[in-house]
């Protein structure tokens, strides 16, 4: 999985994509041309993310969660 | 309508319909097809990997790839494979051949993509997937549809000539003609009417015939 580890840790790419989410709320679009990574790759990423409860959705931007806002203090 | 529904039903894609929807396990992770919505996207079978063709084939995928990514186009892999199959054979091309796979593979065990995009040729192999490569659109439509069979590895300047060309056609509403190359002259569509084909002659277009013009696009078209 390219942003969340089996053990449900976000990996190198997990945690590129959450700190690119630190201050404020993004499309994936956004978050593509923030981070450099291919947009496919970002919207897998953050499917995964929020599956695994670090990002949430609403009407298609990504905020942090709790948890994605804790794992980057 | 019937044959047409009859033909999805059976998996067999169709040139301008949308493409079949998956959601598959890649060496990337799970991905859609929606993942890449606005994207061109080449999705590309091969029978096996640890093969030979399919080797020189992935190397010279991998050598278009920053072309391809300048167009907005991805590529996609496919084979019934495993992902540990995959990523033992892409980690052997990079050590052996030191080429690095940057694009994902699907790893379509039960076939189920496969079946979808008629990948599957029970006269080639009836376990493996013939090389397939589909050219999807940013609005997930097919636009192209190459079949090869076992025995032969595809030529990738056709792959980026031919996504050239759906672009070229998309932007200015023209044609391309055989063997077309960027920066050539383009084909004018076809008149409809009697009238259009006579005004056709007048318009300054290099013309065979009526129904063979030619143009020249701007610079950078």
């Not at chain 1, 679009?29 to 990574?37: A, H, I, M, N, R």
């Not at chain 2, 084979?79 to 940057?102: F, T």
């Amino acid at each position: 999985m390219p942003c969340v580890s089996a053990d449900g840790k976000p990996t190198s790419t997990g945690m590129a994509t959450l700190k690119s989410l630190k201050d404020e709320s993004l499309t994936p679009e956004e978050v593509s041309s923030k981070t450099g990574q291919p947009l496919f790759r970002v919207r897998s990423g953050l499917r995964e993310l929020k599956n695994a409860g670090f990002v949430e959705e609403r009407e298609g931007r990504f905020t942090l969660s709790e948890a994605g806002k804790s794992i980057l203090r | 309508m019937i044959n047409e529904t009859k033909d999805e039903e059976k998996g067999l894609p169709i040139l301008g319909k949308k493409a079949p929807d998956f959601e598959a396990l890649t060496t990337q992770g799970t991905l859609r097809l929606s993942d890449y919505k606005g994207t061109w996207l080449i999705l590309f079978s091969h029978p096996a990997d640890f093969t030979p063709v399919c080797t020189t084939e992935f190397i010279a995928f991998a050598n278009i790839y920053d072309e391809l990514r300048k167009r907005n186009a991805e590529l996609l892999g496919l084979s019934v494979d495993s992902v540990s199959s995959h990523i033992a054979w892409i980690r052997n091309v990079e050590e052996k051949m030191g080429v690095k796979i940057p694009f994902p593979i699907i790893a379509d065990l039960n076939k189920e993509v496969a079946t979808k995009y008629g990948m599957i040729h029970p006269e080639q192999s009836k376990t493996e997937t013939v090389r397939c490569v589909f050219v999807i659109d940013p609005e997930s439509k097919i636009r192209a549809m190459l079949y090869y069979p076992l025995t032969t590895g595809r030529n990738m300047n056709e792959i980026v000539r031919l996504i050239d060309a759906l672009q070229t056609t998309d932007k200015n509403k023209v044609a391309t003609p055989a063997n077309w190359k960027p920066g050539e002259p383009v084909v004018v569509p076809p008149p409809a009417t009697a009238e259009q084909a006579e005004e056709r002659l007048k318009e300054g277009y290099a013309c065979k015939d009526w129904y063979l013009c030619m143009k020249k696009l701007p610079e950078g078209e």
